[in-house]
């Protein structure tokens, strides 16, 4: 079993940034790779970001390419989310996610491969 809880959401402005945390507990954080997703209202969840058990193999959706950076500290068990360039369209609850088992190059981005999931930070973007 992993637990997982996010930190850092808020509200700013259009063009500020924001760095999310997600600390994990219950397994060893290096055996498992580890996904950023987002919610907004009314819309389905969006795949936003994941990086692999090593740290040295990352995916980002389209939508956030070039604006957001995962990183992940194994040694504190946190993964993170680095937010810049904030546009209201990424207003949203953010949640982590954990899959139960992942091989050392796995990076899932499909919401069906986590098995873990963290209660969400809601990020807003004001214009």
């Known amino acids: 079993q992993v637990q997982l809880v996010e930190s850092g959401g808020g509200l700013v402005q259009a063009g500020g940034s924001l760095r999310l945390s997600c600390a994990a507990s219950g397994r060893t954080f290096s055996d498992y790779a580890m996904g950023w997703f987002r919610q907004a209202p009314g819309k389905e969840r969006e795949f936003v970001a994941a990086?692999?058990?090593?740290?040295?193999?990352?995916q980002y959706g389209d939508s956030v390419k070039g604006r957001f950076t995962i990183s992940r500290d194994n040694a504190k068990n946190t993964v993170y989310l680095q937010i810049d360039s904030l546009k209201p369209e990424d207003t949203a609850v953010y949640y982590c996610a954990a899959p139960r088992n992942s091989m050392y190059y796995q990076v899932p981005r499909e919401s069906y491969e986590y098995d873990y999931w963290g209660q969400g930070t809601q990020v807003t973007v004001s214009s």
């Open positions: 990086i692999n058990r090593g740290g040295d193999r990352k």
